[in-house]
Structure formats: structure tokens, C-alpha cells
């Protein structure tokens, strides 16, 4: 006994690595999708985890910049490491300012912090942002020179309050210097640094307050359509799998071949019905015409003449009817094929996109497939709002399938029940 | 007295409710448009509505992927618009389908406001169904650093195809890391978008609309096409999306490309050197494609006057420099805006704007959408075989020309309605003895039959199943079948039977066959696959090895995803810097040419059948499961007692028992693979040159590309013939064993 206990523990060690690539390779572009939802956008395009706002070897240095009583020359500087520009600002005795102004398309909350290499006279200067309707919030910047001529200061955009402005729409970065007398000011390479994750793609997509709509009428249309095939597919599965009576094999057929048809054949047709019942636009469209489906009474017609039915029959000539001996006897005999039929329904109907999309015309309809289906642009795919909304919507089937994954796999409510 | 005050109350009230009815008669517009977001466009309309209060405008954002097919399936059963917005090339489609309205006043009364030649291509057959609203058009991007290192003057663009040329020639050996040009394959717009502006500055053309001449095949176009298979041979080869990509990333010195890329470029890498300018042409003459997007009201709408205001108010100058401050991709078409100074400031404005002033639009016709798949067709094929341009253009030339002859054959009564009543007739009489037959043979008299009467409960059960069945499947079955049986077209309506022609014409379709032989390798290539790693799975997990509830919810997840982004994101995994290109890379197997797998005819059913597979055999392997528990333990525990050893057992008792769940994995497995459509319609859109034309998509085609219900349906009929064959014969191989059992 025991070299047989071994001989099957050993065996299953086999089997958990022949599965493991298998399930590997199944499971990886959920990790992907997940690091594309997780990463802000346009961390894969840069290098070194950051984005390049400015540098001396590629910028004019006299690109944006506003001045009042105030007067700047420029000249290049080499140092051991890269170029420098050296700029000396005349402000006149009284004061004057100087404001450098950079275009900035970006998303703020991508970003961790901002790194400036800067070596100053002027003691502190204001770093502000500005978003395209005209908000700003800035924050004052201590210099401390130093001998160091590499040094980089380290800002974290935590700091300033990014709830002034509008985010995701930012459109500049500006440097205002305050100061009398001649100063000077080296700057070096300026940069943002991306965040390594950030939540910031999950953010967007649940405060689009359309997301939130599409969740819901998913949820409600996937809840209705699932527990009604559930009900009325066993029903039906049950009357065809019972006794013999006319026309049962016929009507039996017609159901195979319902299932054969391809959707798109039934387009214009289902499209002329629901139009003509004025259900156009509204839950009745996406729900009634697939409260039943043929796959789902097959299935449960398999299942219910594959259970032994003497239980049943000596409840029916004790005088039960046939009601009385469905939901008491057979129904609860079915769970393992009600949980396929209710899963396979369920994913089907939270995923399906065509149907909604002919039936539906606005947002307050919409189911998230169609939504899901508006990020993926003409000439280009919104990638990691696809991604994160994808997380999302995949949630609610993973989570249920999670759930039911018990009865399942144990056993409980398999068919072995019945046998006494 | 108190009884009279109710009374005179109660008039007053419905008086004055009848009365208020009357007067907030506001008439409500239905207005289509998808170039503007959504929330945009809702603000503008608002305002409209303020100026005009007793005009409402209800709006529907359509989507620029699937708009049109929006519209024709809305028109098709009689939902439709007051105002819309179209493509321009879809306007001659419309137009001579009776369903725009005229609006030759609007056009001559803004006749002169019309800037650069954005009435261009509208007229149709002496009159004007659509305005233009805002356009878009084609220009050279170039990288500026990357002509520095090639030692080319970066303020000199190429002006001409000479100098385009040497540009090419000289980074492609200077510059050996980037691609020195850029031509979009892969789909059906770009192709043609990139290579006619090319065609046209060299004085070449297409055909003539009003005569319908083509002068495709003539040696100005063989040339073209010589000099772009030219240039083609250093050019990156993929779709318009990533083409712009890796322009902004710096891997491409030239490309041409749209106004999208002004938002794109800074967003991406904010350090690009880049510089704008207009297309070289032949010899200087620089032509760009004018994407037009205009505006039309519905033939039958019942408010001709307040749309006919809405449209003054959406191409008036003031909202057009709105929406293209919201939208900068766009141009306005209005002569004052373009004079504007704020406007004119925004970057590279002036760049587009010289551009659009010597831009042009595609002829009009009604058939364009097949003619323009035609083009982008033999763009690729020249592109990546090496076939001559002159048979290439012959060849184009003759499918043109077929095309556009069928055009003429339109209209009228069909030619077969004399014999098709008889047809009919005797198509649904063979049915009803088909059916009859069938209700015969099948049925076996036995002892237990229930009578009638006694019945009567079971059909209680099945009744929800009938009335749906009844409504919502067998109606549009037989209409279906009606439907086949016409030359039914959306926008025409019926124009007489048929009869059988159009399966005739179907099966003689060497389309059809394609598509046909496709469908049946992908079913072959993904059904085995997936019922054998369902099973496989489905008996490891039933084992209970270690962590099998994580292998079992890995496995099933993928399902959890919808097809759409699942596609979408295998066509990422897909393309040139994907995943299989990397682990080819890394395996040192040598990588396709094109490298973009979905592009690669010999590749890309093979990926859309990945794609599938992944998908799909986690939902097999739960049924599987499902069936695997419902096996009596006692018969297995007899095996074990008998001395079975567990292969014998695996392959004796347990397959045998599984028997009707593998049936039902491998007819839904075959269902599905037959059925096999979002997965092409999201990555490959039927494949690079057909390659990935399945039956479903070869349906879709014809009913929403070239409009033919008709024939459509009749697809849909010998699909479901197919599948139901070969459905049947799967089931009776493995009914032969059951009969044991019974």
C-alpha cells in the first residue's frame, strides 16, 4: 500500500510540472496586462525610468523665457561630465524677476519627482505647474550652493498641492527667479522621474463617471440574464430529457440548430423586432431575447438523462406532480452542470459586445464591452487605460468564479450525492 | 358654488396643460456625429439650443471604428438621424442611395467662405448632399537630428521624389539603426491615404466619375508605383499607428502622417527635433489626401428647416475654431478661420494649411469602400512580393473597373422577379417536406410514449423556451431566409426575388472558397489543440496535485476578459516589439519578414488561431471537470479493487464516461471555431491580403461593406449548413457506442 501511495505522490509531482508551463503560459498576459495597468503611461518609451524635460545639449537656452527688470546672457559651459549652460541674470537694484516657462503635455501624477541639476546664486526660486485652463499651484525651491558642480536637486511632486490643477491636462512648468543684482545660474539636465507603479490609470478610468454606469448595467444584465437561464434552461432541459411524448425530438432538434446559427445572421432581424417593441435603447433589448439560450438546455438535457431518475419516478407514483418533483428532486440534483450553465452565462453575457452595441445608443445604456471597445482609437489604442479598465471589468467574473471554484472542484454537489 | 370653482379649476388646468402642450412644441433633432468627445460636443449643442430655444438636439457619439456600420444597420430598420456627420468618401455611397437630402442652398450660400478645395470631391451628380465641416490632410514629418547625423541640412526637407530619394539612400547608409522612410500596410485606409497623393502629384488619376472610365493602368501610375516600391524597400512596413510611434520614438527619419501626431510627438518624447512640411511631389508639385468630414441631413427627416439651422450653426467659423482647438487634428474649412492671427499661431498651423491647399479627395462613387480595399490591396502586394507594377495595375484596373460597372446594373426592378415567385414557393413547400420527413424518420414509436393530454405539464416546463424560441429565433431564421433570397441592400430596400442566384454566386465566389478553406484549417488547428489541453488540464487538476485550485482559476481566467481586449492585446504581443518576436530573439530562430506577425500573410491565421486557443480551452476544460465529477465514484474504486492500473483506467473507464461532455466540448469547440469573428475583426480585419477571411467575416464584409443583405443572409445559410453537417456526423460518431447504453 504504501509503494503505491508513493508511486501516485510521486506521480502527481509529474503532473504539477507538466502543468506548470501550461498554466504559465496561460497566466502571463494577465501579468502583463496587470504591469501595463500598474506602470504610467509612457514609462515604456523612456530610459532610465525618466522623461527628459530639458537639456543643454539639445535646447536653445533662451527658449521661454519672460523677463522685467531684468537682463540675461547665456554661454555654454563644458564640464567633466556633460554641458552646463551658465546664464547670469542682471536684475536691476530694485528687483526684478525672471520667469522660464517649458512646455510640459504630461500626466503629473505619472511622476514621482522632478531631478534638476542647478547651481545658483539666487537662494530660492518658485517651480510651478500650470494646467490648460489656467489653474497653477508652485512651491518655493531652496538652492543651497555648493561646491558639488554635479548637483542634482531631488523635488518630490508630492509635495505641491496637485489638487489645484487638473492633472492629467497639464500644460507647462515654470522657474520664477526673484532677486536684485547680478546673479548667476548654471543649469544642467532637468527631468521627471516616473513613478515605478502608480494608481493613477485605475483613478482616471473609475472617475469617468460613465465607467461607473457601464459597471452597472453589466452587472445588472449579466445578474437577470444568468439566473434566468439558470431557472429556465433546467426547465426546459428537464422536459426534453424526460419521457417521450410528440413532438419532443423535433423541438429538441430545432434547439441544436439554433445554437449553429452565427450572430451576425440574426442581426437585422433581431434589430427590426426590438425596434418594433420600442425596447430600443432600453434593459429590456439586452435582456429578454437571451433569458434562455440553446447551449444552456443542451447542456442541462445531457446532465439531467445522465442521472439515474428512480427516486423521481417513485415520486411521481406516490403522486407528486411534475413540479413538485423538479424543484424538490431533479433541480437540486443538478448543481455541477448549473454551475457551468451559470458561468458559461454569466462571462458570456458580461463579455458580449456585439448585441449591446447594435441596441444601445448612450452612455446611459451602454454595457463595458462597447465602453472598453472606445478607447481602442482609429489610429491609435489608449493602452494603459485599456489595460486598467480591462483589470477591472475582469474582476467581478474572476472573483465569482473564485466563489464557485469550491463546488466545483470538490465534489460536494456532484452527482455522487444521489447515490445513496 | 363650490362644485363650479372645481370645475372652472379643473378647465383652467387643462386648459392651460393643452395649451402649454401646444406651444413648447419643441421640435428635437437627432444628431450623429463622432469627431468631437463626447462632453465637447454636448456644450456646443447646449449652446445651440440657448440660440435657438425651441430647437432640442438629442446626440448620439458614434465611434470612428464602427460608425458607419452603425449607420447603415440603424438606416436599415428605420432608425435614423436628422443631421449626421460622414466621411466624405462615404458620401457618394449615401447620395446615390436617395437617402440625403439636398442642400445645394447651404453650399451656395456659403460659396465662397468654402477655403482651399474642401468642396472638392462632394458633388454628386450635379448636386450637393453634404457640407463640409472640418478636414484633416497628410504631411512629411522629419527627424531632425537624424538628418543632422546623415549629414543633410535639417531645414531642407526633401521637396521632391529626386531628393526624397537621396534623403532615403543617404541615412539608410549613414544611419544604419533607423528606418529612413515609413509606408502604412496592414489596413484598409492607410495604404491608399499614403500612395494616391504620390499617384496624383505625378498628374496620374483613378477613374472618372461621371463616365466611369478608369485609367488605372497607365504608364504615369506603373511609374508611381515602380518609384513607391522604390522607396518601400527602406521603408518601415506596418500599421499608421505604429509607424507614428516609432516616429516619435526616433526610429524612423520621414514619415507622412496626419495632425494627430502634434498631441502624439511631445507626448511621447517631448526631446524629438522634428520639423513638418509638405509632401514631396513629382517634380515639385506637392498633393496631400484631404480627409473631408461634412455634414448631411436625412432625406425623409421630418424637420428639414431646423436641421438645415443646425448645420449653419456647426460649420459657422466660430464653432469650427471651437472644435478644432478641442479636436487639433483638424482644420476648418471656412475661409475666415484660417485668416484668424490667435488661430493661425497654434504650432505648425500654417505648415497644415499651405498642405491643404493643394490636397485632394478620392473621386466620388458609390462603391468606394470596395474599391479602396481594392487599392490598399495591391499596394501591399506590391510591397512585399515581387510582382511587376504593370501586372499589378492591370490587374487593379480590371477589379475596378468590375467594380464600377456593377454600379450601373443598380436600380430597377432585379431581372429575375418573373421566376422567383415559383422559386419561393417551391423552396418553402421542399422545407415543409423536409421537416415533415425529418419529424417522421427520427421519431421511433415507443411503449413509454406519454399521451398528448398527459403531456401537458412538460410543455408547461417548456413554454418560457417556446415563446423565446418562437420570437426571437425562428422569426428571424425564416426572415433570414427570406431575406436570402432578394438582392435586399439596406439603403435601397428590396427591388424584387432572386431566387437561389445569390448562393449561386456565392459558391462560384472564389472569395467564398478562400474564406471557406480558412475557416475549416482554423477549425482544424483549434479543436484538437483545445480539447486536448482541456482534457489534459481538466484530468491533472481532477488528481488533486499541489495547487490545483490556483492551476484551475489561472486556467479559466482568460475567459474572464472580453474577446475585444483580449485581441487587442495579443495584437500588441503580436507586433514588432512583441513578446514573440522577443522569444524568437531569444531562442535565435530567425524572425518573420514582416515582422509584425498580423501583417504577415503566412503568419496570421496561425496568431488569430494562438489567440483562440488561449482563449477558449479553459471554458472546455470546466466542462470537462464538471463531467469528470459526475462519474459514479464506485466505479472507479471498483477499477482500483480490480487491479486496474491508472492508464487502463484513464483510457477504459474514465474517457468512456466522459464520453457526452467531450461530445459537447468538441461540437461547441467546432460551432465556435466556425464562428470565429470578433478575433479577426479587432486584429486582423480579414487578414493581410485575405489571408485571415473567415466565413463570419466574409459575411460581415458583404452585408456592411458592400451593403448586399441579400447575399449576406445567404452566407449565414450555407454556414449554418456547414456547421450543422458537420455537427451531425460528429454526433452520430460518437452515438454509434451510446446505443450500448440506451
Same mark, same amino acid.
Given at each position: 500500500m504504501n509503494d503505491n501511495k508513493k508511486r501516485e505522490h510521486r506521480r502527481n509531482i509529474i503532473l504539477f510540472f507538466a502543468i506548470l508551463p501550461l498554466f504559465i503560459v496561460t497566466v502571463s498576459p494577465f501579468f502583463i496586462i496587470l504591469k501595463i495597468a500598474f506602470t504610467p503611461e509612457g514609462i515604456t518609451t523612456a530610459n532610465n525610468y525618466e522623461l527628459i524635460l530639458w537639456q543643454p545639449e539639445i535646447n536653445d537656452p533662451h527658449d521661454g523665457w519672460t523677463f522685467e527688470q531684468c537682463v540675461m546672457s547665456a554661454k555654454v559651459i563644458k564640464t567633466d561630465s556633460d554641458k552646463q549652460f551658465d546664464l547670469s541674470l542682471n536684475f536691476t537694484p530694485s528687483g526684478g524677476n525672471a520667469k522660464w516657462i517649458l512646455p510640459l503635455k504630461q500626466n503629473i501624477l505619472n511622476f514621482d519627482r522632478m531631478e534638476l541639476k542647478i547651481d545658483s546664486s539666487i537662494p530660492s526660486f518658485y517651480l510651478g505647474f500650470v494646467d490648460i485652463y489656467g489653474n497653477q499651484t508652485s512651491k518655493v525651491i531652496t538652492v543651497k550652493s555648493s561646491t558639488n558642480k554635479n548637483q542634482?536637486?531631488?523635488?518630490?511632486?508630492?509635495?505641491?498641492?496637485?489638487?489645484?490643477?487638473?492633472? *492629467?491636462?497639464? &500644460?507647462?512648468?515654470?522657474?520664477?527667479?526673484?532677486?536684485?543684482?547680478?546673479?548667476?545660474?548654471?543649469?544642467?539636465?532637468?527631468?521627471?522621474?516616473?513613478?515605478?507603479?502608480?494608481?493613477?490609470?485605475? +483613478?482616471?478610468?473609475?472617475?469617468?463617471?460613465?465607467?461607473?454606469?457601464?459597471? =452597472?448595467?453589466?452587472?445588472?444584465?449579466?445578474?437577470?440574464?444568468?439566473?434566468?437561464?439558470?431557472?429556465?434552461?433546467?426547465?426546459?432541459?428537464?422536459?426534453?430529457?424526460?419521457?417521450?411524448?410528440?413532438?419532443?425530438?423535433?423541438?429538441?432538434?430545432?434547439?441544436?440548430?439554433?445554437?449553429?446559427?452565427?450572430?451576425?445572421?440574426?442581426?437585422? #432581424?433581431?434589430?427590426?423586432?426590438?425596434?418594433?417593441?420600442?425596447?430600443?435603447?432600453?434593459?429590456?433589448?439586452?435582456?429578454?431575447?437571451?433569458?434562455?439560450?440553446?447551449?444552456?438546455?443542451?447542456?442541462?438535457?445531457?446532465?439531467?438523462?445522465?442521472?439515474?431518475?428512480?427516486?423521481?419516478?417513485?415520486?411521481?407514483?406516490?403522486?407528486?406532480?411534475?413540479?413538485?418533483?423538479?424543484?424538490?428532486?431533479?433541480?437540486?440534483?443538478?448543481?455541477? /452542470?448549473?454551475?457551468?450553465?451559470?458561468?458559461?452565462?454569466?462571462?458570456?453575457?458580461?463579455?458580449?459586445?456585439?448585441?449591446?452595441?447594435?441596441?444601445?445608443?448612450?452612455?446611459?445604456?451602454?454595457?463595458?464591452?462597447?465602453?472598453?471597445?472606445?478607447?481602442?482609437?482609429?489610429?491609435?489604442?489608449?493602452? /494603459?487605460?485599456?489595460?486598467? /479598465?480591462?483589470?477591472? &471589468?475582469?474582476?467581478?467574473?474572476?472573483?465569482?468564479?473564485?466563489?464557485?471554484?469550491?463546488?466545483?472542484?470538490?465534489?460536494?454537489?456532484?452527482?455522487?450525492?444521489?447515490?445513496? | 358654488m363650490r362644485i363650479k370653482t372645481i370645475t372652472q379649476y379643473f378647465l383652467i388646468f387643462f386648459v392651460l396643460l393643452f395649451s402649454s402642450s401646444l406651444f413648447s412644441k419643441d421640435t428635437e433633432l437627432s444628431f450623429w456625429q463622432f469627431v468631437v468627445p463626447e462632453k465637447e460636443m454636448r456644450k456646443i449643442l447646449d449652446e445651440f439650443e440657448k440660440r435657438h430655444p425651441n430647437i432640442k438636439v438629442k446626440m448620439q457619439q458614434l465611434n470612428w471604428r464602427d460608425g458607419l456600420d452603425k449607420i447603415i444597420t440603424s438606416i436599415a430598420t428605420g432608425i435614423t438621424f436628422d443631421v449626421c456627420e460622414l466621411g466624405s468618401t462615404w458620401v457618394a455611397y449615401f447620395a446615390s442611395n436617395g437617402l440625403l437630402y439636398g442642400i445645394s442652398d447651404i453650399i451656395s450660400s456659403h460659396k465662397d467662405s468654402f477655403a482651399y478645395d474642401a468642396l472638392g470631391n !462632394?458633388?454628386?451628380?450635379?448636386?450637393?448632399?453634404?457640407?463640409?465641416?472640418?478636414?484633416?490632410?497628410?504631411?512629411?514629418?522629419?527627424?531632425?537630428?537624424?538628418?543632422?547625423?546623415?549629414?543633410?541640412?535639417?531645414?531642407?526637407?526633401?521637396?521632391?521624389?529626386?531628393?526624397?530619394? *537621396?534623403?532615403?539612400?543617404?541615412?539608410?547608409?549613414?544611419?544604419?539603426?533607423?528606418?529612413?522612410?515609413?509606408?502604412?500596410?496592414?489596413?484598409?485606409?492607410?495604404?491608399?491615404?499614403?500612395?494616391?497623393?504620390?499617384?496624383?502629384?505625378?498628374?496620374?488619376?483613378?477613374?472618372?466619375?461621371?463616365?466611369?472610365?478608369?485609367?488605372?493602368?497607365?504608364?504615369?501610375?506603373?511609374?508611381?508605383?515602380?518609384?513607391? +516600391?522604390?522607396?518601400?524597400?527602406?521603408?518601415?512596413?506596418?500599421?499608421?499607428?505604429?509607424?507614428?510611434?516609432?516616429?516619435?520614438?526616433?526610429?524612423?527619419?520621414?514619415?507622412?502622417?496626419?495632425?494627430?501626431?502634434?498631441? !502624439?510627438? #511631445?507626448?511621447?518624447?517631448?526631446?524629438?527635433?522634428?520639423?513638418?512640411? $509638405?509632401?514631396?511631389?513629382?517634380?515639385?508639385?506637392?498633393?496631400?489626401?484631404?480627409?473631408?468630414?461634412?455634414?448631411?441631413?436625412?432625406?425623409?427627416?421630418?424637420?428639414? /428647416?431646423?436641421?438645415?439651422?443646425?448645420?449653419? =450653426?456647426?460649420?459657422?467659423?466660430?464653432?469650427?475654431?471651437?472644435?478644432?482647438?478641442?479636436?487639433? *487634428?483638424?482644420?476648418?474649412?471656412?475661409?475666415?478661420? !484660417?485668416?484668424?492671427?490667435?488661430?493661425?499661431?497654434?504650432?505648425?498651423?500654417? +505648415?497644415?494649411?499651405?498642405?491643404?491647399?493643394?490636397?485632394? *479627395?478620392?473621386? #466620388?462613387?458609390?462603391?468606394?469602400?470596395?474599391?479602396?480595399?481594392?487599392? &490598399?490591396?495591391?499596394?501591399?502586394?506590391?510591397?512585399?512580393?515581387?510582382? +511587376?507594377?504593370?501586372?499589378?495595375?492591370?490587374?487593379?484596373?480590371? $477589379?475596378?473597373?468590375? %467594380?464600377?460597372?456593377?454600379?450601373?446594373?443598380?436600380?430597377?426592378?432585379?431581372?429575375?422577379?418573373?421566376?422567383?415567385?415559383?422559386?419561393?414557393?417551391?423552396?418553402? !413547400?421542399?422545407?415543409?417536406?423536409?421537416?415533415?420527413?425529418?419529424?417522421?424518420?427520427?421519431?421511433?414509436?415507443?411503449?413509454?410514449? %406519454?399521451?398528448?393530454?398527459? &403531456?401537458?405539464?412538460?410543455?408547461?416546463?417548456?413554454?418560457?423556451?417556446?415563446?423565446?424560441?418562437?420570437?426571437?429565433?425562428?422569426?428571424?431564421?425564416i426572415y433570414s431566409f427570406v431575406l436570402s433570397l432578394t438582392d435586399f441592400s439596406p439603403l435601397k430596400g428590396f427591388s424584387g426575388f432572386c431566387g437561389f442566384a445569390n448562393y449561386a454566386k456565392i459558391l462560384a465566389d472564389p472569395e467564398f472558397k478562400k474564406s471557406f478553406m480558412h475557416t475549416l484549417y482554423f477549425a482544424l488547428g483549434t479543436c484538437p489543440v483545445s480539447l486536448i489541453l482541456a482534457l489534459f488540464s481538466s484530468l491533472v487538476i481532477y488528481k488533486k496535485i499541489p495547487f490545483y485550485k490556483v492551476f484551475q482559476a489561472g486556467i479559466f481566467a482568460p475567459i474572464a476578459i472580453s474577446v475585444i481586449v483580449a485581441s487587442t492585446v495579443f495584437s500588441y504581443f503580436y507586433s514588432t516589439e512583441g513578446i514573440f518576436n522577443k522569444l524568437l530573439a531569444l531562442l535565435n530562430l530567425p524572425i518573420p519578414f514582416p515582422d509584425n506577425w498580423l501583417i504577415n500573410p503566412n503568419l496570421a491565421l496561425l496568431s488569430v488561431m494562438i489567440m483562440n486557443i488561449w482563449y477558449s480551452f479553459g471554458l472546455y476544460m470546466i466542462i470537462l471537470t464538471a463531467g469528470l465529477h459526475s462519474i459514479p465514484r464506485e466505479i472507479i474504486e471498483v477499477s482500483i479493487i480490480d487491479g486496474a492500473g491508472s492508464w487502463h483506467r484513464l483510457i477504459h473507464i474514465i474517457l468512456p464516461q466522459l464520453k457526452p461532455f467531450i461530445l459537447i466540448v468538441v461540437i461547441l469547440n467546432t460551432v465556435k471555431a466556425f464562428q470565429v469573428f470578433p478575433e479577426i475583426f479587432t486584429m486582423t480585419q480579414g487578414g493581410p491580403h485575405g489571408a485571415t477571411l473567415t466565413l463570419v467575416y466574409y459575411l460581415y464584409k458583404t452585408g456592411f461593406h458592400e451593403f448586399d443583405m441579400g447575399k449576406a443572409s445567404a452566407i449565414g445559410y450555407i454556414l449554418f449548413f456547414i456547421i450543422g453537417f458537420l455537427s451531425i456526423l460528429e454526433a452520430l460518431i460518437f452515438k454509434k457506442e451510446e446505443v450500448y447504453e440506451r
Open positions: 542634482v536637486i531631488s523635488i518630490p511632486l508630492k509635495k505641491f498641492k496637485l489638487s489645484n490643477i487638473n492633472t *492629467s491636462n497639464v &500644460s507647462n512648468v515654470y522657474f520664477a527667479f526673484n532677486s536684485a543684482g547680478e546673479q548667476y545660474l548654471k543649469l544642467g539636465k532637468i527631468s521627471l522621474v516616473y513613478k515605478f507603479f502608480t494608481l493613477a490609470n485605475f +483613478k482616471e478610468v473609475l472617475l469617468t463617471a460613465s465607467f461607473g454606469r457601464y459597471f =452597472f448595467n453589466s452587472a445588472l444584465i449579466s445578474i437577470i440574464v444568468t439566473l434566468g437561464n439558470i431557472l429556465l434552461s433546467t426547465m426546459a432541459g428537464f422536459a426534453f430529457s424526460w419521457k417521450s411524448y410528440p413532438l419532443r425530438r423535433f423541438l429538441f432538434i430545432s434547439t441544436l440548430i439554433m445554437i449553429m446559427i452565427p450572430m451576425q445572421l440574426f442581426m437585422v #432581424p433581431l434589430f427590426i423586432l426590438v425596434q418594433r417593441f420600442g425596447w430600443l435603447n432600453s434593459y429590456n433589448a439586452l435582456i429578454i431575447p437571451f433569458l434562455i439560450s440553446p447551449i444552456n438546455i443542451f447542456l442541462m438535457k445531457q446532465f439531467i438523462s445522465k442521472i439515474p431518475k428512480d427516486f423521481a419516478e417513485v415520486a411521481l407514483i406516490d403522486g407528486a406532480s411534475y413540479f413538485q418533483v423538479f424543484f424538490r428532486i431533479i433541480f437540486p440534483m443538478c448543481k455541477p /452542470a448549473i454551475t457551468v450553465v451559470g458561468i458559461n452565462t454569466f462571462v458570456g453575457t458580461w463579455n458580449s459586445f456585439l448585441y449591446p452595441f447594435i441596441f444601445t445608443n448612450t452612455v446611459e445604456m451602454r454595457t463595458l464591452p462597447v465602453g472598453l471597445a472606445l478607447y481602442i482609437g482609429l489610429f491609435d489604442v489608449d493602452w /494603459a487605460h485599456l489595460m486598467s /479598465a480591462s483589470a477591472i &471589468s475582469a474582476l467581478p467574473v474572476l472573483i465569482l468564479f473564485l466563489c464557485f471554484q469550491k463546488y466545483i472542484i470538490t465534489g460536494m454537489l456532484s452527482g455522487t450525492a444521489y447515490q445513496n | !462632394l458633388e454628386y451628380k450635379g448636386n450637393f448632399y453634404s457640407t463640409p465641416w472640418v478636414a484633416g490632410t497628410r504631411v512629411l514629418y522629419y527627424n531632425k537630428k537624424i538628418f543632422k547625423q546623415a549629414g543633410i541640412d535639417p531645414d531642407k526637407p526633401p521637396l521632391n521624389w529626386d531628393e526624397l530619394e *537621396s534623403y532615403i539612400l543617404k541615412i539608410a547608409s549613414k544611419c544604419p539603426g533607423v528606418y529612413p522612410f515609413a509606408l502604412p500596410v496592414g489596413e484598409n485606409y492607410t495604404p491608399w491615404q499614403t500612395f494616391l497623393p504620390f499617384l496624383w502629384s505625378a498628374g496620374g488619376s483613378l477613374f472618372d466619375p461621371e463616365t466611369n472610365k478608369v485609367y488605372i493602368n497607365s504608364k504615369r501610375n506603373i511609374e508611381t508605383l515602380r518609384y513607391y +516600391k522604390k522607396i518601400g524597400n527602406y521603408s518601415l512596413l506596418t500599421r499608421q499607428a505604429h509607424i507614428d510611434r516609432n516616429f516619435a520614438l526616433g526610429k524612423v527619419a520621414m514619415i507622412i502622417s496626419g495632425g494627430w501626431n502634434i498631441g !502624439l510627438i #511631445p507626448r511621447l518624447n517631448p526631446q524629438l527635433k522634428f520639423g513638418i512640411s $509638405k509632401i514631396p511631389g513629382f517634380e515639385g508639385n506637392s498633393v496631400s489626401f484631404l480627409g473631408g468630414e461634412v455634414l448631411g441631413i436625412y432625406q425623409r427627416s421630418r424637420h428639414i /428647416a431646423e436641421s438645415k439651422q443646425l448645420i449653419n =450653426f456647426l460649420i459657422s467659423p466660430e464653432i469650427q475654431m471651437r472644435i478644432t482647438k478641442i479636436v487639433p *487634428s483638424f482644420i476648418p474649412t471656412h475661409k475666415d478661420c !484660417l485668416n484668424s492671427p490667435s488661430f493661425m499661431s497654434l504650432a505648425y498651423r500654417t +505648415k497644415f494649411i499651405e498642405q491643404i491647399k493643394t490636397s485632394k *479627395s478620392p473621386p #466620388p462613387s458609390p462603391k468606394w469602400s470596395q474599391i479602396e480595399e481594392e487599392i &490598399s490591396w495591391a499596394i501591399e502586394d506590391t510591397l512585399f512580393n515581387n510582382v +511587376k507594377p504593370e501586372y499589378i495595375m492591370e490587374k487593379l484596373e480590371n $477589379k475596378v473597373e468590375g %467594380i464600377i460597372s456593377l454600379e450601373s446594373k443598380w436600380g430597377g426592378k432585379s431581372q429575375y422577379s418573373k421566376f422567383t415567385s415559383y422559386i419561393f414557393l417551391i423552396s418553402i !413547400l421542399s422545407m415543409l417536406v423536409f421537416l415533415f420527413l425529418l419529424i417522421n424518420i427520427t421519431r421511433k414509436k415507443r411503449v413509454s410514449e %406519454i399521451p398528448f393530454r398527459k &403531456s401537458m405539464p412538460m410543455f408547461l416546463f417548456l413554454s418560457p423556451w417556446l415563446i423565446i424560441f418562437i420570437i426571437f429565433y425562428l422569426f428571424p431564421f
